[in-house]
């Protein structure tokens, strides 16, 4: 029998999803790359959070603050005790970009539907096309954001430099430095090419399968654990160019293998990258931080 | 196509469309636009040198066709369904651009996606992708126009 993930409660499947699209303790949220895929058809009753638009601080580079993020939980309808179920696009990549950011400012009741737009699709479930429904606006407390999910530059490079796991979801290219952007994506600018000295590679998507979905626990400790060598106890935080895949890996890590301490560089490539005086590994190996003092 | 105005008139006039609705709203009606881009004609699509016409810095799969033909643009593409934006912006180029005399296609220098005001809709890091978009359908036009 097939072992389970760590927090099989954060996991709800589609036909779940269907279930309890009405019931008014629950939230349905779409959070896509595509800004257009919610209007061209959504769950029915769901709402839109932009993972840009909305939980993007539009003049600086942060999250929105907690006053924005209880304004934004209000006009959804969504309380703190609300069930909020999150889904989208690409293997649910911005739906754990949601999901995070939720979890920064410490919302308790977090899911994501497993594989996202494509299961819904592919499990022949009605799509919507309504405008975007409205909820009555509920009270939402403002509450600190929780750095235990996050974490900043400066705490990057004491880890980094204490030689503590570090994983860069990227893809094989950019890890390397030969790449400074995603292959078919933007150049969306770094200065520097490379890794972060000391961490594992390993691409976000090795977690999902074709469907969209997670892959089994089994196979997630097999290339986590065993292949990588990562640690369940151990202090760890993930990577990726502005912390969206990342925050996926991070979901990954958190929820299915329970890890205790995991965070994410959410500043990623696109700030370490173009920081003054970082270091930085190029090539296929993790390598160090540690100054070569004495010759080999 | 046989839109006699020029690029430039012709982006004013949907510039206008765009700029008589809300933010929100303007997403609905570029997905109108996504939804009436024309299918890719059936002798492109078994092009042997298809890969030659994929957008390498658009995300999901684009691919673009883009001739000068007696002097005038003749533009077709292909977007992956799951990418409605691209698609609805791609229509929007295709609409700019077809059947235009290619010197009046390269007189058209402005940012259309600000100029549609999809930036507050969108966001910069959307915007870029598109704007790629832009970039290579100009700089293909320009290098067969210089070859003429």
């Not at chain 1, 490379?194 to 977690?207: D, E, L, N």
Request: proline residues 8%; contains cysteine.
């Amino acid at each position: 029998m097939p072992h389970p993930y760590a927090h099989p409660e954060v996991l709800v499947s589609t036909a779940w999803v269907d279930e309890h699209k009405g019931d008014p303790n629950v939230r349905i949220v779409e959070s896509d790359e595509d800004v257009l895929l919610y209007q061209q058809g959504h769950v029915p009753g769901a709402v839109r959070i932009d993972w840009h638009t909305d939980l993007q601080d539009q003049l600086k580079r942060d999250y929105i603050d907690k006053h924005a993020f209880a304004a934004l939980c209000a006009s959804k309808g969504i309380g703190p005790d609300t069930v909020v179920v999150f889904y989208g696009d690409k293997s649910n990549w911005w739906a754990c970009y949601a999901f995070w950011t939720f979890k920064l400012y410490g919302h308790a009741e977090c899911r994501i539907m497993n594989g996202g737009r494509k299961r819904w699709e592919l499990d022949g479930r009605p799509w919507s096309r309504d405008p975007e429904p409205t909820y009555p606006a509920t009270p939402y407390p403002e509450r600190d954001p929780d750095h235990g999910v996050r974490a900043f530059r400066d705490e990057v490079l004491r880890h980094c430099r204490a030689g503590k796991p570090l994983v860069d979801v990227r893809s094989p290219g950019e890890y390397t430095g030969e790449l400074l952007h995603m292959p078919d994506y933007p150049q969306e600018g770094a200065l520097r090419g490379g890794h972060i000295p000391g961490a594992t590679s390993i691409p976000w998507s090795r977690a999902t399968n074709e469907d969209g979905t997670f892959k089994p626990a089994g196979d997630l400790e097999k290339l986590y654990l065993k292949e990588q060598g990562l640690k369940r106890r151990a202090p760890t935080i993930a990577y990726c160019r502005i912390g969206e895949r990342s925050s996926h890996t991070w979901f990954v890590l958190k929820y299915l293998l329970g890890f205790q301490n995991v965070r994410n560089y959410d500043g990623s490539w696109t700030e370490w990258g173009n920081a003054v005086g970082m270091p930085v590994a190029r090539g296929s190996q993790p390598g160090s931080v540690a100054p070569k003092t004495q010759p080999q | 196509m046989n839109d006699a105005r020029p690029p430039i008139e012709r982006l004013e006039a949907v510039a206008a469309e765009f700029a008589e609705l809300e933010p929100r709203e303007r997403l609905e009606l570029l997905l109108e636009f996504a939804e009436k881009l024309p299918p890719l004609p059936a002798e492109l699509k078994d092009e042997a040198d298809r890969a030659a016409h994929r957008i390498a810095e658009c995300q999901t799969p684009v691919f673009l066709w883009v001739d000068v033909v007696d002097g005038r643009v003749h533009l077709a593409a292909e977007v992956a369904p799951e990418a409605p934006t691209v698609k609805g912006f791609v229509s929007i180029l295709i609409d700019l651009f077809s059947g235009a005399p290619v010197e009046q296609a390269l007189a058209l220098d402005s940012n259309v996606v600000s100029r549609l005001g999809l930036l507050e809709a969108l966001g910069m890091m959307r915007m870029r992708g598109l704007q790629a978009m832009q970039f290579y359908i100009r700089n293909r036009l320009r290098a067969q126009n210089a070859n003429r």
